[in-house]
């Protein structure tokens, strides 16, 4: 893996240049760069499930209140018909 990532990072596949590997300094900060990357994107999967999941708590909320006031209007309705 890493040397597929110096060869694309080197350039030397292409160009027909003679090969330059990548210092070890270079290769740490394309595996820094790749772990840094890879924790933004857990960061952002994270948050993007807590807010689906808020909002399917805020859809339940407002599903049971509507039933709540639906069923206290219906048992309002009742006691009037009754008296």
């Not at 330059?20 to 990357?37: D, E, K, N, R, T």
């Not at 859809?59 to 219906?74: F, G, I, M, P, S």
Request: charged residues 25%.
């Amino acid at each position: 893996m890493l040397d597929l990532v110096a060869m694309i990072v080197s350039g030397a596949a292409s160009s027909g240049a003679p090969p330059h590997p990548m210092s070890p300094v270079a290769m740490a900060s394309v595996v820094a760069g790749s772990a840094i990357f890879l924790a933004l994107m857990a960061l952002v999967a994270h948050a993007s499930y807590r807010r689906k999941k808020e909002y399917d708590w805020h859809v339940a909320e407002w599903r049971r209140a509507e039933e709540e006031a639906r069923t206290q209007k219906e048992r309002r309705d009742r006691e009037e018909m009754l008296h």
